[in-house]
């Protein structure tokens, strides 16, 4: 793609610019654990080739452009250098569809390997500086910037909340077709002043159930301060279905119930990556 654009716009492809871009990261979990599982380095990278290969050919599908493979995780990003007028729309479906295919996957490989993998992506999107960096001679075509930083950020947090696909407001405003979402929480994450609004995006069948409707609610009454009824609620939620999102707001009511005192505000302040 980018040699494409090269031929097209010749010397101004490489030329430093900001664009409006959607940023992915993906992450294998625990991969430390399966390293020493397999303790064959041929083995090892038989099992990331098979798991690479999807991954890379949904991305490829949807339009994206991979940046870099980063061990066992993989960056990419949207709109650049091609345009890509719904690049969010194209990562989020791109995310989904991933999820998809490890499922599928994973049936190959817990045969092979007596292994299952699970993975988090983050999906963040906003103006990011793009074009050519480097020196004199090695360069790369890449992005830099504070919503690059975002993107890798919240795919760290798919451990913290329990969950798979992480979506930030910002991305969220720019989606044009229908998923289901989950507002999981506002966050201040390393680095940032600014709180950011966390989304989960849990398929692309948007219907809303009773316990969909209840999640809202108590996370409307948490927001609002209403720690008891939040509480209530979360717990209800909790039983029905064991989930680590419903159990961290049960554990900061409690934190906000034992300690009145405490000046009551319902971002989470998360100071790791």
């Not at 980018?2 to 030329?15: A, G, I, N, T």
């Not at 927001?223 to 554990?251: R, S, T, V």
Request: hydrophobic letters at 35%; a negative charge; aromatic letters at 8%.
């Amino acid at each position: 793609a980018v040699m494409e654009d090269l031929l097209q716009k010749k010397d101004d492809s490489f030329k430093v610019k900001n664009e409006e871009l959607t940023v992915f990261f993906s992450d294998l979990r625990d991969f430390t654990k399966i390293s020493e599982k397999l303790n064959d380095p041929k083995e090892l990278i038989n099992l990331l080739n098979l798991y690479m290969e999807p991954m890379t050919q949904k991305i490829i599908e949807k339009e994206g452009t991979i940046d870099k493979f980063i061990g066992d995780a993989i960056m990419a990003y949207w709109n650049a250098p091609q345009e890509c007028i719904n690049h969010a729309d194209y990562a989020v479906s791109c995310a989904l569809n991933q999820l998809k295919a490890l499922k599928e996957l994973n049936v190959k490989i817990q045969d092979q390997y007596d292994i299952e993998l699970d993975i988090g992506i983050g999906i963040n999107s906003g103006l990011c500086t793009v074009g050519e960096m480097g020196s004199i001679g090695r360069s790369d075509y890449t992005i830099i910037g504070d919503n690059v930083n975002l993107a890798s950020r919240v795919e760290g947090l798919t451990k913290f909340f329990g969950v798979k696909l992480i979506i930030t407001q910002q991305t969220k405003i720019l989606l044009k077709e229908n998923y289901k979402i989950r507002e999981l929480a506002t966050v201040k994450v390393k680095g940032k002043d600014t709180p950011t609004i966390l989304f989960e995006v849990v398929g692309f069948d948007s219907t809303v159930t009773e316990e969909d409707l209840l999640y809202n609610e108590a996370l409307e009454n948490y927001k609002k301060g209403n720690i008891i009824k939040a509480q209530e609620q979360f717990i209800q939620l909790n039983n029905n279905k064991p989930l680590k999102i419903c159990k961290l707001y049960i554990d900061s009511c409690q934190k906000y119930s034992k300690l009145p005192q405490k000046e009551f505000t319902s971002i989470f302040d998360l100071d790791f990556k």
